[in-house]
């Protein structure tokens, strides 16, 4: 048993309880007690927590942790031309798995030491082998995270998933994009129904589906998505209408908005979250509301990609679900989610003049706890610190240099204070990080074996990435650019520049 004695507690329940010197008894994973005054069992360990404040662990509802070695790689691209670059054509290596293992070490780390206590990791592998989420899960057992991890699924081809490419492309490319050996959609299915008996349930490890876009899945292979989702009551994390270009695949590929596709097959459930859902029309949010489907806001992927701001505001009225995350670290460049949390609570304050549609700080605190729980059906599990949920609790700083004198600690956490607030962590039941030392790990062995293999991935890996990248990168700049310039129907017309309007 561990008390945390005499702390400032956020429950972070629906009645938004504070108690100024507020003690939690932790029962092996769970939560037994919140009160004042609380007796101390016997044996029970004590954290003193008179200058702490003591609430929920955050929970990152999107990132890409395949992309850890790419951290300010990127600068000034599009999500085109940009995947173009992380992610090119006819460049699939095959790395080390230890590589899979430290990429999600260094990520994981970078989360738990800004107050994450969950991870929803959208691990992106081409190759649709088990390694990558294997290591990847493991990375998380390790540290004691919880890592709620998707299987990767894209069987539509590179031409079939971004517009006017049937035109761009030279004749000869596309025959050889024709004879790739494409994973067939079943097996990707059971590769999905493999690592789910393999990890789902395991310390903290989930295992959910993740359909990379639908403009990336066959028909098939959604339709399929949404009967494994049903039977099975797991999440669809999809990325949906990130770009304007995404807009234009809706009315190119399916004459319908993306979000109807998705209704067409049968995934617009409350199981769904949209990655992003930026280039919504109306009708689109209202049916989202109507499923009372999730999404995850990035604004920092947003931001640098210059995709747009999501209509954050609209979404919640409609009854959406608006959770939070960072997104992968080659795009958002960092797995600290107190940075997304601080933009997030200031980015709405433009767009509008209408201050009372802006989006407060304790509005961003939900989203990083109950609504990103919801996207992923954890709502019941974590996200606050009330009896019988799991023990994921951090510990601040109410000392640290942004926090003084503290007036309202998620305005600090928001606005003021710096990473370092976050102290001590506890996730499940157990102590993973104390006074910022990962007690679970050797942190001091893992990072001087995460610089090696990172120096080898630059040295190696990026490149090849790079010339890759520049023979297919001409096609992907026509097409973008025409994406830009064509004209979209009103039903599939959105406003970038007024989102909150
Ligand atoms: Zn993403």
Known sequence: MIMI??????????????????????????IADVGVDLPVPPGARVIDAQNRIVMPGLIDAHMHSNEAFEMGRYDNQPLELWLNEVYPLFYLPDLPPRLHYLRAMLVGI?????????????????????????????????????????????????VASLPYMD??????????????????????????????????GRDGIRIILGPSGPQRCSEKLLRHVAEISERDDT????HVLETRTQAVTGQRKYGMTLPSW????????????????????DADIAMMGQ?????????????????????????????????????GVASADTANLLQAFRLASLIHKIGTPDYEQWVSAHEVLHMATHAAARSSLMQDEVASLEVGKSADIILLDRNEWGMIPMYDPIRHLAFSAGEDVVRTSIIRGRVVMEERRLTTIDEDAIRAEIVDMARWYKRV????????????????????QRAQTDTLDDAFDVRRTAPLA
């Open 262 to 281: 998705l209704r067409e097959t049968g995934c617009m459930t409350h199981r769904l979250t949209m990655n992003h859902a930026i280039w919504l029309t």
């Open 235 to 238: 999440p669809i994390h999809c």
């Open 291 to 327: 499923a009372r489907c999730s999404i995850t806001h990035n604004p920092l992927a947003n931001l640098k990609l210059g995709s747009g701001v999501s209509p954050v505001r609209k979404l919640l009225r409609a009854g959406v679900n608006v959770a939070l995350g960072c997104d």
């Open 5 to 30: 004695k005499g702390g400032h507690v956020i429950v972070n329940d629906i009645a938004g309880r504070v108690l100024e010197r507020g003690d939690v008894l932790i029962d092996g994973d769970r």
């Open 167 to 200: 035109e761009i492309l030279p004749a000869e490319v596309r025959a050889r994009i024709a004879a790739q050996d494409g994973t067939a959609t079943e097996a990707q299915i059971e590769l999905h129904e493999e690592l789910r008996a393999m990890w789902h």
């Open 461 to 480: 890996i990026c490149p090849e990435l790079s010339r890759h990248a520049a023979v297919s990168a001409p096609w992907v700049k026509a097409m973008y």
């Open 110 to 158: 970078v989360s738990i030491r800004s107050g994450v206590t969950s991870l929803q990791d959208d691990l992106i592998d081409l190759h649709f082998k088990p390694t990558a989420v294997d290591q990847a899960a493991q990375a998380y057992r390790d540290l004691g995270l919880r890592g709620w991890i998707t299987t990767s699924m894209w069987d539509e081809d590179y």
